[in-house]
């Protein structure tokens, strides 16, 4: 991380959220509609960057 502000905030927060697609959303009109996107048609993992927060919890 560049920023000095930021890394002691960061540290020991960072970690990969691994998927094999996603979503967006493409204005259409009259509503929108899901557009999914992934690297090929046999979706391998890839992954995000992402921040970890131990008091996060899935429930």
């Known amino acids: 991380m560049r920023c000095a502000e930021y890394r002691p905030c960061l540290e ?8 094999s697609s996603f979503s967006d959303y493409a ?3 009259p509503k929108k509609t899901p557009v999914w996107f992934s690297l090929n048609d046999v979706r391998p993992l890839f992954a995000f960057a992402g921040i970890w927060n131990g008091r996060w919890l899935m429930r």
């Open 12 to 19: 020991g927060c960072l970690c990969l959220v691994p998927v």
């Open 27 to 29: 204005d259409t009109k």
